[in-house]
Nanobody
Framework: QGQLEQSGGGLVQPGGSLRLSCVASGFILSRRTVNWYRHPPGKERERVAVRVGATGDTSYADSRFTIAIDDDKNAVYLQMDNLKTDDTAMYYC??????????WGQGTQVTVSS
């Protein structure tokens, strides 16, 4: 089935940047659609970015976010710039491919605070 290992979260001041990593093992990540979700405290989970595996197309809920892929590392990254306190949340990646179970990362906490 494979696994996704996340890293890169932490505490950052408003206006700062973070890059979250999502590294796959057991399957080729670039061939799957990768979603980034976040779950803010007391709110519903929401999708913030997606990269479609078949086409490489990306879509974002916010223009401050960018997805990048590194085939050599079998990893997808979420670059987040100009962070705001409202971006504070647990961030998750998942990988989807038709006919295969959805694989989720363990999550990484992002806290934006001065």
């Amino acid at each position: 089935q494979g696994q996704l290992e996340q890293s890169g979260g932490g505490l950052v001041q408003p206006g700062g940047s973070l890059r979250l990593s999502c590294v796959a093992s057991g399957f080729i990540l670039s061939r799957r659609t990768v979603n980034w979700y976040r779950h803010p405290p007391g709110k519903e989970r929401e999708r913030v970015a997606v990269r479609v595996g078949a086409t490489g197309d990306t879509s974002y809920a916010d223009s401050r976010f960018t997805i990048a892929i590194d085939d050599d590392k079998n990893a997808v990254y979420l670059q987040m710039d100009n962070l705001k306190t409202d971006d504070t949340a647990m961030y998750y990646c998942n990988a989807i491919q038709l006919g295969r179970p959805v694989v989720w990362g363990q999550g990484t906490q992002v806290t934006v605070s001065s």
